[in-house]
């Protein structure tokens, strides 16, 4: 059996720098978090063949004193922190005094340095974990580090890297992760001696533009939460700017980018009932608190953290962004739609009239906004008297009356959308997502004010029931009754539901105990209202909310419009499909060439 011996520290080094030199990603990371623990305002990135080849990083930082330069490449040397008391409370990005030497030992690494006040820089190299002695160099104030040929004596870790375009697009993310951090500094970007991105220092709002994107910035809703020493700043992306991946989450902690699963938990809870299917949502949010209330030594690459008051960072960060995410219609910008190429005629008919839509506004209030001027007495229904182009002018409000954020109903097309006229243009609305936004909203208030009031039916609705529906009714009662429902057993074979929630009394009862009863079966009565409460609230909106092809008054329509004006999160569904969109009169004018 072979002996226990001490590793030579060179082969020390290359073992650390598994953790810490993945690839040239991992040593722009490292050397760009250097030059900000530096005090640098301007720091400027080179890269040949994807940071491969060479990796070069300059800053105007405070630099390196002449006497600290031959500790550079040592292992766990560093001037951030010289006790347990700084390891608690760590405020720097770096403090581990690993990075350089991992990378001086699987690489060619020149370090050129000058600070305040010096006669002249000094450089020093390293090549393999061997070390050369300080030279004189020119150089201004900060420091320049070269890193060539990594992994040049390790052919076993080269051959995993990947492409030169694959390493690039690693080391790209990484720069633009570390430019959002820091707003007030400068960055710049080559690779193979063309200029990729020239970031000049300015405000949060201007350099999550230029790095996220125009288009983020305009559907991204600003937030700043302060709570027991927590504060929460930056912007939380629309519901509606969703993405197919996770490449636009980013998450700082005391400045520093993280993947914490506490922190992406309390997130996606934040916006759960407002994406469609496999979306991600998309923000970039920064985490301040004091260092103690962090450990941020728990893995080499520093991107997992550990909260010492976990559930309380999960909470605040959940109800910040809840709370950017709850503005109603009203308060939101309009979701803009293109023109289509080319439109054909469209017939625009007034809905006859349907029984109550069940919505909080009453329709007189509304009825009396339209009424129609003194004259003949409108023609019967079904006459040709009066035509749809009639209907429509006859329901345009008042000039003075069209301040509303979604304004006023014109028409219903193909009893599914609502038309209606704002300020802005046209307003097209999913009359049946709207609602059933509208629904669960009000299902999840009243299920957390513990009141959920139920509405006797004059004739209990039956159904045949399978055994474990009957079995569910049996076990759960309770349950049932909590959330508005009176379901009795008739036989083993049929149900009678004798009451339901009254926002619910129009649905399709038997359909709605149906799945009811499969979502409480499925999950469990001890877990749907806590684990599944998105999922069983979702279920019942869905099922209580007017159905497509129903026909409605223009008073229905105006109301359910007014309700999506207060109602949080009106924008989407609980599926996290758009519930209306704007085109304006711009949109409108492309559409028919008009001005050309």
Not at 198 to 227: K, M, P
Not at 306 to 334: E, G, I, N, W, Y
Not at 443 to 456: C, F, H, N, V, W
Not at 472 to 488: K, M, P, S
């Amino acid at each position: 059996m072979p002996s226990i011996r001490l590793l030579p520290d060179t082969l020390i080094s290359q073992i650390a720098a598994g953790e810490v030199v993945e690839r040239p990603a991992s040593v722009l990371k490292e050397l760009l978090e250097n030059s900000l623990d530096a005090g640098a305002t301007e720091i400027s990135v080179s890269l040949m063949q994807g940071g491969i080849k060479q990796l070069k990083v300059t800053d105007d930082g405070g630099g390196i004193d002449a006497d600290d330069l031959r500790l550079a490449f040592s292992r766990h040397a560093t001037s951030k922190i010289a006790s347990l008391d700084d390891l608690e409370q760590v405020r720097s990005l770096g403090f581990r005094g690993e990075a350089l030497a991992s990378i001086a030992s699987v690489a060619r690494v020149a370090l050129t340095t000058r600070t305040e006040g010096a006669a002249h820089a000094w450089s020093i190299s390293a090549e393999g974990g061997a070390q050369g002695a300080p030279q004189p160099a020119a150089h201004p104030r900060g420091t320049s580090v070269e890193v060539n040929e990594l992994y040049f004596n390790t052919p076993a870790r080269r051959k995993f890297l990947r492409a030169e375009a694959t390493e690039f697009g690693h080391c790209e993310d990484v720069f633009k992760r570390v430019a959002l951090s820091r707003p007030g500094v400068a960055f710049s970007l080559r690779h193979n001696a063309r200029v990729i991105s020239h970031l000049q220092a300015g405000d949060a709002a201007r350099r999550i533009a230029a790095v996220a994107g125009a288009e983020f910035a305009d559907a991204a809703r600003a937030l700043d939460e302060n709570s027991s020493g927590l504060r929460l700043s930056g912007f939380a992306g629309s519901p509606a700017f969703s993405r197919s991946s996770r490449d636009a989450q980013f998450v700082f902690v005391n400045g520093r980018f993280v993947r914490d699963k506490l922190l992406a938990h309390a997130l996606r809870q934040a916006y759960q009932d407002m994406l469609h299917g496999d979306r991600h949502a998309a923000y970039v949010l920064f985490l301040e608190l004091e260092p103690l209330g962090v450990d941020v030594n728990v893995h080499p690459a520093k991107t997992e953290v550990r909260f010492r008051d976990a559930r309380a960072v999960h909470q605040f960060v959940f109800h910040a962004v809840s709370k950017a995410l709850s503005a109603s219609a009203a308060h939101t910008p309009a979701a803009a739609v293109s023109p289509v190429a080319s439109a054909a005629g469209m017939n625009f008919q007034r809905a006859p009239y349907q029984s109550s839509l069940g919505v909080a506004q009453p329709e007189a209030a509304y009825q009396a906004m339209f009424s129609l001027p003194p004259g003949p007495a409108p023609a019967p229904a079904g006459s040709a008297a009066r035509t749809a182009f009639e209907n429509i002018v006859a329901a345009a409000p008042p000039q003075a009356e069209t301040d509303a954020p979604l304004g006023w109903a014109l028409a219903q097309l193909h009893g599914i959308y609502i038309l209606a006229q704002n300020r802005q243009g046209l307003v097209l609305v999913d009359m049946h997502a709207a609602h059933e936004r509208i629904l669960y909203e009000k299902l999840k208030t009243a299920l957390e004010a513990q009141g959920m009031s139920a509405q006797k039916l004059l004739i209990p609705v039956t159904f045949n029931a399978d055994r474990l529906e009957v079995a569910t009714v049996e076990e759960h009662a309770d349950l049932l009754q909590r959330l508005g429902f009176d379901i009795a057993l008739l036989s083993p074979t049929a149900l009678a539901v004798r009451a339901v929630p009254s926002m619910l009394a129009q649905a399709d009862v038997a359909g709605l105990a149906h799945a009811l009863l499969s979502e409480v079966r499925e999950f469990g009565g001890s877990r749907v209202l806590t684990e599944h409460q998105h999922e069983l609230l979702s279920t019942m909106a869905c099922h209580g909310a007017v159905r497509a092809h129903r026909l409605l008054t223009v008073a229905e329509m105006n109301a359910l419009l007014r309700e999506m004006e207060v109602t949080e999160r009106s924008g989407q569904c609980n599926h996290g499909r758009p519930t209306w969109y704007q085109m304006s009169m711009a949109d409108l004018d492309k559409l028919f060439l008009r001005g050309r």
